[in-house]
């Protein structure tokens, strides 16, 4: 963390409050959220809509609704089932449908409740197995003729031979910033803080311990990109799509722009779109700073809770993650990239637990 992060201090000149939720109409509005039913990773039977509801619960001191998310661990044993008809292991994830780049992210979040209830973990502050979350994401899956998938391909502006996904004539555009991941390996002293852009991938474990007590506390995070000049790139090196610049030559480093788009200044002349870093605060205390593989592309707020193997045993039935607030300011840095990124987030399987092909 760098010795200069300190508290999160006045919004720059510009920025816009463009989000703001605390289901005070005590529903998940449509235009603004929508609930999954996926499964990813192994070790877990996915999320679920039925795992997500709005109640109320006392907030510094005031009655309000806030949004709960659920985790069934190893033990439960209810009516509600995952992907293949299963019971355990099994979270509640909602997504923003609004889709979000460079700005301050504010999110109130309560892991369990310091009152045990019958079923829970033992403390609720610390239920191992599951990892409640906060992240920003945006996904496209490119593809392109598979008999010269080494190369660029004018028919397929966004194709690039060098991110290649699985081997395949295709590309993963890729925009994540976790803010945080808790329960890796059941440990919530220190929570996973992510980066990803594209096929790179930065993850940093910060001290989160201060907020694994069963109350809530306030997560904030500022994403910030820029305009990075870029030299020596030719008008006979890019393609133009979607109002931006791609990369058409093997013979610019790939490191240099991550499969980031460049914008056009004049004449061979070009700046890449490029992440500056992200700061994380918890209650306004530093955790810390990322500066690298930081993302570019709009993406959408997802909060909840999902148990992957990668967490570990969760040996009860029930645990909560609950939230209180959201809130966004988007900052238009000159780096950010909007409408790369557009589809919401897909369901994986149908109510009865069949799989989506």
């Known amino acids: 963390m760098p010795r200069s992060l300190q508290p999160p201090g006045q919004l720059p000149v510009g920025a816009r409050l463009a989000f703001e939720e605390d289901w005070s109409d005590g529903t998940l509005a449509p ?11 192994a070790g877990n039977h996915g999320v679920v809509p039925e795992n997500v509801r709005i109640e109320t619960d006392t907030v510094a001191g005031r009655r309000q609704h806030v949004l709960v998310c659920e985790a069934h661990g190893d033990q439960y044993d209810g009516p ?17 449908k609004p889709f979000f780049a460079s700005g301050r992210f504010e ?35 490119v593809e392109a003729d598979p008999q010269n998938k080494d190369q660029f ?29 808790f329960g890796k390996d059941g440990n919530f002293d220190k929570a996973l803080y992510n980066t990803f852009c594209q096929t790179r991938h930065d993850p940093n474990l910060f001290d989160a311990s201060v907020a694994t007590d069963g109350r809530y506390h306030t997560f904030t995070t500022e994403w910030r990109t820029e305009l990075h000049p870029f030299e020596g790139i030719t008008d006979q090196q890019v393609v133009e799509h979607l109002g931006y610049c791609w990369v058409h030559d093997k013979t610019i480093p790939f490191a240099d722009y991550l499969g980031n788009p460049l914008k056009r200044l004049g004449k ?19 955790v810390g700073t990322h500066t690298k593989y930081v993302p570019v592309m ?26 209180a607030s959201v809130k966004v300011w988007q900052y238009d840095d000159s780096g950010d990239v909007r409408g790369v990124l557009t589809e919401d987030i897909s369901n994986n399987f149908a109510p009865d637990g069949t799989e989506l092909r």
């Open 31 to 41: 235009d603004r959220w929508y609930v999954l039913r996926k499964k990813w990773g």
């Open 80 to 96: 509600i089932t995952g992907i293949w008809g299963k019971k355990r292991r099994v979270g509640g994830v909602v997504v923003s």
């Open 107 to 141: 999110v109130v979040m309560k892991i369990g409740s310091p009152t045990p209830s019958a079923g829970t973990p033992e403390d609720q502050g610390l239920p191992r197995g599951c990892v409640p979350a906060i992240w920003t994401y945006g996904y496209r899956w």
């Open 153 to 181: 391909q004018s028919a397929f502006p966004l194709y690039n031979p060098n991110m290649p996904a699985y081997g395949s004539a295709a590309n993963e555009y890729w925009s994540e910033i976790d803010f945080p991941e």
């Open 268 to 286: 061979d002349s070009y700046a890449v779109y490029r992440g500056n870093s992200v700061s994380h605060w918890i209650d306004g205390k530093p």
């Open 298 to 323: 709009a993406g959408q707020l997802n909060l909840g809770v999902w148990l992957p193997k990668w967490a570990g045993p969760a040996p009860w039935k029930t645990a909560q993650v609950t939230f």
